[in-house]
């Protein structure tokens, strides 16, 4: 189901770009500009998200439902009060933000001014819905966030092509229609799962919260201590294609246009490596709070089976057939072939994307956010200087699409030793506390030296 979720989240990007990329290559380039700001917010949201979904998690594989719950409520006010301060902020100061990409076209600058000033004003719909979905995913419950967005998507699909084209009598509202038609898909989401908490019979961690309690001090900095990373991470990485985009709009609004829908057309690989990444995190979680480590490895190397599987028939279908996917959300010739060159050469990076990305879900979830941070914001960092040594070849633009592809394959393959170190380095007692917990077969062999043990010691090794 969380798969699934992800999954249908590729496809209201999909849907968005299909139906926007019949206005032409410059409406595409302004929404693609304007998609760099909802991009960029997200990195705040995976604090609330992350910090919450792990620390939930930990506390249900531990039993402690009382902080379980703790944690749920300040992780969802976490995420209203950060929606709220990022739409402020994105209103006011939404035509400086725009400047920074040097939109040159007057129908570009027009899009992502429209598109911004909607979808960024009323984030907080995405923000909360991110964050109930991690907590929702932390106790086991996978399945009402993907009705929640199954319905959501209808709605979008529906919307968009009414608000977009404006058939009939209707108005045509364009990338302002794509943008409310993504607005009101998310606040549907949100209010499914609302309503999914105080009608379910079961047991809830979601259950009770208050958006005006006091956030204790103790919740505030358990969630920080792991989302803080992750979300300085999620933000450099966006930093970082906000930089990128600025080099490619030297190559003409075609080139951004194909930034941006390539983008989405590459979250049909990593949007599903990010469903299995969100499951194996909540999995990963529960087992290390409970001393399953077997079970962390056993379900690590499930993980990276299928989603590396997955990734080769992406790379196969990017690498082979490039024109026909680029025919579907491009009309003119030349941001066509601009687009199949794009398709190609990322497409020997989706194998590892997908690796990347599941093996950052499982670090996190044994509370490495800091590790994953430090090793993506450097190698993914490392793309501007490669971009303009390679762009100022004669490959051009597709230097820096080779920068790309480059800089996911080593990220691919270091993730996937880093975690072989961690999961080899990790002692057999997981962290309570100061407190460690002690599997039952070293508990049996030092009461065989006549050590008699309870259930929790304050111990390092056999």
């Known amino acids: 189901p969380i798969m699934a979720s992800s999954f249908l989240g590729t496809l209201y990007n999909i849907t968005d770009m299909a139906w926007i990329g019949l206005l032409g290559s410059k409406a595409v380039a302004g929404i693609g500009v304007g998609g760099m700001f909802i991009w960029l917010s997200q990195g705040f949201a995976s604090m609330a998200r992350m910090g919450g979904q792990v620390q939930v998690a930990q506390c249900v594989g531990r039993g402690d439902k009382e902080k379980a719950h703790g944690y749920a409520q300040a992780a969802v006010q976490l995420a209203a009060i950060m929606g709220i301060l990022y739409a402020i902020i994105a209103l006011i ?3 400086q933000m725009i400047r920074f990409f040097k939109l040159e076209d007057p129908e570009a600058y027009a899009a992502a001014f429209a598109y911004t000033k909607i979808a960024c004003g009323l984030i907080v719909f995405s923000f909360l819905s991110v964050t109930l979905t991690g907590i929702y995913t932390a106790q086991g419950d996978s399945k009402t966030p993907f009705y929640a967005n ?7 699909m529906v919307l968009d092509p009414i608000l977009i084209l404006g058939p009939g009598p209707l108005p045509k509202l364009g990338a302002a229609g794509g943008a409310i038609a993504t607005v009101t898909a998310q606040f549907i989401v949100m209010s499914i799962m609302i309503l999914g908490i105080m009608k379910q019979k079961k047991e809830n961690v979601l259950k009770g919260i208050s958006l005006f309690a006091k956030i204790p001090a103790e919740y505030l900095s358990g969630i920080c201590k792991i989302g803080i990373p992750t979300a300085l991470q999620g933000m450099a990485y966006c930093v970082i294609s906000m930089v990128l985009t600025r080099m490619v709009s030297a190559f003409g609004a075609e080139a951004i246009a194909t930034q941006r829908v390539g983008g989405q057309i590459e979250s049909v690989s990593w949007n599903t490596a990010d469903g299995f990444a969100t ?3 909540a999995f990963i979680a529960q087992n290390y709070g409970a001393g399953e480590m077997g079970r962390v490895k056993k379900g690590y190397r499930a993980s990276q089976w299928t ?5 080769l028939f992406i790379t196969v279908m990017f690498v082979c057939v490039p024109r026909p996917i680029a025919n579907i959300f491009f009309h003119e010739p030349k941001a066509i072939v601009t687009a199949i060159d794009y398709l190609i050469i990322v ?4 194998a590892f994307l997908c690796i990347e990305t599941t ?24 793309r501007i200087p490669l971009a303009m040594i390679l762009g100022n070849t004669s490959l051009g633009l597709n230097g820096i699409w080779w920068a790309l592809s480059l800089t996911s394959i080593v990220k691919g393959v270091l993730f996937v030793i880093v975690f072989q170190w961690v999961t080899r380095t990790k002692n057999r007692w997981l962290p309570d506390g100061n407190k460690y917990r002690m599997s039952e077969r070293n508990r049996q062999r030092l009461w065989v030296f006549g050590i008699p043990v309870g259930g929790r010691v304050r111990a390092f090794a056999t």
């Open 93 to 95: 100061f939404t035509k």
């Open 150 to 156: 199954l319905i959501g998507l209808a709605t979008n």
């Open 307 to 311: 989603v590396g599987i997955w990734g």
């Open 359 to 382: 093996t950052v879900g499982a670090l996190s979830g044994l509370g490495k956010t800091n590790l994953c941070s430090v090793i993506s914001i450097i190698f993914t960092g490392a």
């Open 279 to 281: 499951a194996l995190n």
């Open 347 to 350: 497409g020997f990076s989706e």
